[in-house]
């Protein structure tokens, strides 16, 4: 063990030294192993945080969650979206929402929800036009996430009466109240009074601008047909959509895929041989559309990084050649005093991936300085597995340069390595 410590410090000693001595050179040679791990480790850095950034824009959609639509969130397996297939579907609809309440068995958390992106809020004479009326039952709360800090959520009563009463967003507060207690205020509505019992925490712009609560006014579903019609057939109806959440034993959600497959066909009346005429959208069907843009974007900077590297593994590969040369009476004293082959090996070996690892960690500081840079919402994250990535692939981009100069040294002849000195 006291063998291999001395040696790792010899070889560190040797490859600080060659640094030193020829530092411009060395630096040159470096720059290629840096700027492709910059290259890769960069697109890598800006992908991670890109991913994570949309997957937490979809998070407004729910995690563990079918849902029961009109229209699918993709297109079929052969690419296609059968668009007027689609259009001639029913929306889902409340009594359907009530059959599935009472008889899948395989849920959670169930609930119906519709909204309007177009509705005017008013209170006394302020007003705030880009609010988002939302229209959903009791199980609301349970499929998405309504964070209250003030006043509560509905009861089952104010539910099952459609009850006039509001949940509203942290925009809707500071624009329609201008400082004001919201609890306890009465706003309109397209005309109807709406007394407000909630307020929910303010949760900011997302990345992709997706749909969050701080414009969002929540009221019961029935409430909410007071207003709009739905479910009803007709062309001018707002959709609603059916969510329902899965058990946790339920892994993959596929025995309520079934069960509520199997429930809606038969609700609405499809022989065996006839198509779904409804859409169950999973969440993750987004999500790895996404992913798989993100891997193509992946290999995109491999192969840009991998050509710099290439260069900068040929630049150390020219370092080790000539150190070898420069130190050839060195080798030819330590194999006449009784090194072995391996130690010299490992010596050349050492100094290749010291060099290689001093170079790509030089790429990954560089990446982890252009994560500082302000991008609006998107937050850049230098993440532990890309900097060990990082490290690894140069350590094996040192090995490998190193290699061939390394053998050629441990095969020399003692001898004749210090004649030739």
């Known amino acids: 063990m006291v063998i291999i410590v001395k040696l790792i410090l010899e070889s560190f000693r040797f490859a600080w030294n060659a640094l030193k001595m020829n530092a411009f050179r060395t630096t040159l040679s470096l720059l290629g192993v840096t700027v492709g791990i910059f290259a890769i480790i960069g697109v890598f850095t800006v992908v991670d945080s890109l991913e994570k950034s949309i997957r937490d824009s979809l998070n407004f959609l729910g995690t563990g969650t079918i849902y029961v639509n009109k229209w699918p969130f993709t297109a079929d397996e052969n690419g296609e979206y059968n668009w007027w297939d689609f259009w001639r579907r029913p929306n889902p609809s409340y009594t359907e929402y009530r059959f599935l309440e009472e008889n899948l068995k395989s849920k959670s958390a169930i609930a119906i929800y519709s909204r309007d992106g177009q509705s005017v809020m008013k209170y006394k004479s302020n007003s705030f036009e880009d609010g988002v009326f939302v229209g959903g039952s009791f199980g609301y709360n349970e499929i998405f996430s309504v964070p209250i800090v003030k006043g509560r959520y509905f009861t089952q009563t104010e539910v099952d009466n459609g009850r006039n009463v509001a949940i509203i967003g942290a925009n809707i507060a500071e624009n329609l109240f201008n400082g004001e207690e919201p609890l306890g205020k009465t706003m309109k509505i397209r005309g109807q009074k709406y007394f407000v019992i909630g307020v929910i925490a303010k949760e900011g712009e ?124 060195i080798i030819g004293i330590q194999k006449s005093l009784g090194a072995k082959n391996y130690f010299v090996l490992f010596q050349f070996l050492f100094e290749s991936v010291f060099l290689s690892v001093l170079g790509g960690g030089a790429g990954l500081l560089l990446v982890y300085m252009l994560s500082f840079l302000s991008l609006g919402s998107l937050e850049l994250t230098m993440t532990w597995q890309n900097v060990a990535l990082g490290l690894g692939v140069s350590a094996a981009i040192g090995m490998v340069s190193g290699i061939v100069p390394a053998a050629l040294a441990a095969r020399m002849d003692p001898v004749e390595a210090i004649r030739m000195a």
């Open 206 to 329: 997302s990345f992709m601008g997706t749909p969050s609560n701080d414009d969002n006014c929540i009221v019961p579903y029935d409430s909410f047909r007071k207003i709009f019609t739905t479910g009803s057939g007709r062309w001018n109806e707002k959709s609603s959509s059916i969510a329902i959440k899965g058990l946790e034993e339920d892994v993959g959600l596929v025995r309520m895929e079934y069960e509520l497959r199997g429930l809606l066909r038969s609700r609405r009346g499809l022989r065996p041989k006839d198509k779904d005429n409804f859409a169950l959208n999973r969440p993750e069907a987004i999500a790895n559309i996404i992913g798989g843009v993100f891997d193509v974007i992946g290999l995109a900077g491999w192969v840009i990084g991998g050509f710099s590297i290439l260069v900068g593994g040929f630049g150390i590969a020219n370092i080790m050649f000539v150190s070898v040369r420069e130190r050839t009476s």
